[in-house]
Nanobody
Framework: QVQLVESGGGLVQAGGSLRLSCAAS????????MGWFRQAPGKEREFVAA????????YYVDSMKGRFTISRDNAKNTVYLQMNSLKPEDTAVYYC?????????????????????WGQGTQVTVSS
């Protein structure tokens, strides 16, 4: 069982930056592929980025590539999402999620159903 706790959300002006953190419980954090998703009001949850267990492989949705960076520190059991050049349309609740396997690819990274554990989410609001 893995428990995930996100932090770092808040209110930021367009063009600004935020770094989200997701702290995980457990002693085998490197065994889990991790992902970030977001959900805006009235919309479905959408994939943002994913990272393999040891951090060697990352995946991004094309629209966020170059602005968002996912990383992890396995010594701290934490995964991060650095978000730059934020836009009002980035406003959403951001969730981190874990898979009980160290790698994912394609649909296995993008689909929420492929993830076994979820955090409670952190709100990001970008003002224009």
């Amino acid at each position: 069982q893995v428990q995930l706790v996100e932090s770092g959300g808040g209110l930021v002006q367009a063009g600004g930056s935020l770094r989200l953190s997701c702290a995980a419980s457990g002693r085998t954090f490197s065994s889990y592929a991790m992902g970030w998703f977001r959900q805006a009001p009235g919309k479905e949850r959408e994939f943002v980025a994913a990272i393999s267990g040891r951090g060697g492989t990352t995946y991004y949705v094309d629209s966020m590539k170059g602005r968002f960076t996912i990383s992890r520190d396995n010594a701290k059991n934490t995964v991060y999402l650095q978000m730059n050049s934020l836009k009002p349309e980035d406003t959403a609740v951001y969730y981190c999620a874990a898979q009980e396997r160290p790698y994912c690819s394609g649909y296995g990274c993008y689909a929420p159903r492929e993830y076994d554990y979820w955090g409670q989410g952190t709100q990001v609001t970008v003002s224009s």
